[in-house]
């Protein structure tokens, strides 16, 4: 009797312990920071959150901005913090490649490899694009 007493209240605290946190992280956005871009602009980054201003932030939504972002092949890394009602997604881009050089290589010119490459290239542009979208829903 005494263990059913005992098991009872301390399933209930935690519980109360629980919701007290999800209530915690819970919150009204009032404004979204972006930091940590280069290359890319944040109007980009905005068209893909799957989250605005005015709309309440939660664990659930949490996720869903990250695989959001993530989904598009833009980033490394992805931290979101919160500063009073003010969401702020902390971003690490991809390195991005600016020059290639073909160097030693004999069979193939240099355009037929340029052309291999520009053709790759747009495949899978075209592929991460298509996953993106896919995967992203507006709420």
Same mark, same amino acid.
């Given at each position: 009797?005494?263990?059913?007493?005992?098991?009872?209240?301390?399933? @209930?605290?935690?519980?109360?312990?629980?919701?007290?946190? *999800?209530?915690?992280?819970?919150?009204?956005?009032?404004?979204?920071?972006?930091?940590?871009?280069?290359?890319?602009?944040?109007? @980009? *980054?905005?068209?893909?959150?799957?989250?605005?201003?005015?709309?309440?932030?939660?664990?659930?939504?949490?996720?869903?901005? *990250?695989?959001?972002?993530?989904?598009?092949?833009?980033?490394?890394?992805?931290?979101?913090?919160?500063?009073?009602?003010?969401?702020?997604? *902390?971003?690490?881009?991809?390195? $991005?490649?600016?020059?290639?050089?073909?160097?030693?290589?004999?069979?193939?010119?240099?355009?037929?490899?340029?052309?291999?490459?520009?053709?790759?290239?747009?495949?899978?542009?075209?592929?991460? @694009? $298509?996953?993106?979208?896919?995967?992203?829903?507006?709420?």
């Amino acid at each position: 009797m005494i263990f059913r007493v005992f098991k009872t209240l301390v399933l @209930t605290g935690a519980l109360l312990l629980f919701a007290s946190n *999800v209530h915690a992280a819970s919150f009204v956005i009032e404004d979204i920071e972006l930091e940590g871009l280069g290359r890319i602009e944040a109007g @980009t *980054v905005f068209t893909y959150l799957p989250i605005q201003v005015g709309d309440r932030f939660t664990d659930e939504r949490s996720a869903e901005i *990250v695989g959001a972002l993530y989904g598009t092949g833009f980033f490394s890394d992805i931290t979101l913090r919160r500063r009073g009602d003010v969401l702020i997604v *902390v971003l690490e881009e991809r390195p $991005a490649i600016s020059d290639i050089t073909f160097d030693g290589n004999e069979d193939i010119s240099d355009e037929d490899l340029t052309e291999a490459l520009a053709a790759w290239r747009s495949r899978a542009a075209a592929s991460s @694009t $298509a996953r993106c979208w896919s995967g992203w829903s507006r709420s």
